[in-house]
T-cell receptor, first 109, second 114 residues
Framework: RKEVEQDPGPFNVPEGATVAFNCTYSNSASQSFFWYRQDCRKEPKLLMSVYSSGNEDGRFTAQLNRASQYISLLIRDSKLSDSATYLCVVPGSARQLTFGSGTQLTVLP | DAGVTQSPTHLIKTRGQQVTLRCSPKSGHDTVSWYQQALGQGPQFIFQYYEEEERQRGNFPDRFSGHQFPNYSSELNVNALLLGDSALYLC?????????????FGSGTQLSVL
């Protein structure tokens, strides 16, 4: 099993839609999780951190299910500017980040 | 305040050649990590430098080596290039080695091996 697995995508949704991405991880000892956003071949940027059961920031909600070892990212009222690749990230041993392969989102007008 | 800067932005090499990529961390940061991102994949951890030493290494062969200088800047060297080394190489900096999420990435170096 891969350390971090994400929905393969791509997701194509209309403006205003709600979309959710799932991510599973294998290391049950992981305590914190992250969602990064990456625009086309640019650098990843931290979107949200998840430390306990979940985190909400405006239209974005991240949830954590430790028992099932998955995290999710929900985007409400999608905007054209939300089009990007969303990377699920789990810290590895001490100082490295393990990235999922990413889920591509395209919000259509 | 300059963020993480990488050079060059693009590079074309042929198989068997050697390449050196450079990274300057964000002001105030002392730790540099390198990641390789192949097309359609997430970034893969190569190694991390702190206090001029390699502190952690991912699953990459010895052809990948690095260095950190007293001013915290870093280099990534790849010897005997293979076609499969074609990727976006990302440098990330942070303050210390304990806070994973406070990583700031540079815009990367796109390496093409022909």
């Amino acid at each position: 099993r891969k350390e971090v697995e994400q929905d393969p995508g791509p997701f194509n949704v209309p403006e205003g839609a709600t979309v959710a991405f799932n991510c599973t991880y294998s290391n049950s000892a992981s305590q914190s999780f992250f969602w990064y956003r990456q625009d086309c071949r640019k650098e990843p940027k931290l979107l949200m951190s998840v430390y306990s059961s979940g985190n909400e920031d405006g239209r974005f909600t991240a949830q954590l299910n430790r028992a099932s070892q998955y995290i999710s990212l929900l985007i409400r009222d999608s905007k054209l500017s939300d089009s990007a690749t969303y990377l699920c990230v789990v810290p590895g041993s001490a100082r490295q980040l393990t990235f999922g392969s990413g889920t591509q989102l395209t919000v259509l007008p | 305040d300059a963020g993480v800067t990488q050079s060059p932005t693009h590079l074309i090499k042929t198989r068997g050649q050697q390449v050196t990529l450079r990274c300057s961390p964000k002001s105030g940061h002392d730790t540099v990590s390198w990641y390789q991102q192949a097309l359609g994949q997430g970034p893969q951890f190569i190694f991390q430098y702190y206090e001029e030493e390699e502190r952690q290494r991912g699953n990459f062969p010895d052809r990948f080596s690095g260095h950190q200088f007293p001013n915290y800047s870093s280099e990534l060297n790849v010897n005997a290039l293979l076609l499969g080394d074609s990727a976006l190489y990302l440098c990330a900096s942070s303050q210390g080695v304990t806070t994973n999420e406070k990583l700031f990435f540079g815009s990367g170096t796109q390496l093409s091996v022909l």
